[in-house]
């Protein structure tokens, strides 16, 4: 009698398992969280479409999240240091006067 035949568990695509790094690295690096957040939705759909394996639709979700998250700090950061940047030119920026 042959031993059974054990199937190859369906692991993650390469794409859903790039937006989960993308998305962590996004922390760091405003441009890797919006990829996060670009490939983390093509992820998504593809598995919704059948198109990839579902195994990567928890890793596509939380780099997409995680870009979200990441992109909209990384903007408000970017707000805050132009405001800054302009409320120190306006006051006079540090200068020596006599």
């Known amino acids: 009698m042959a031993a059974p035949v054990m199937a190859k568990p369906e692991s993650a695509s390469g794409k859903a398992i790039a937006?989960?790094?993308?998305?962590?690295?996004?922390?760091?690096?405003?441009?890797?969280?919006?990829?996060?957040?670009?490939?983390?939705?093509?992820?998504r759909r593809a598995i919704k479409r059948g198109e990839s394996p579902a195994a990567g639709q928890t890793m596509a979700t939380v780099g997409m999240v995680l870009g979200i998250i990441f992109t909209i700090l990384g903007i408000l950061g970017l707000i805050l240091y132009v405001v800054l940047i302009g409320a120190a030119i306006m006051s006079g920026g540090g200068t020596i006067s006599n």
Do not use: H
């Open 19 to 43: 937006a989960l790094i993308l998305g962590i690295v996004g922390l760091f690096c405003l441009p890797t969280a919006i990829v996060a957040w670009i490939l983390g939705t093509m992820e």
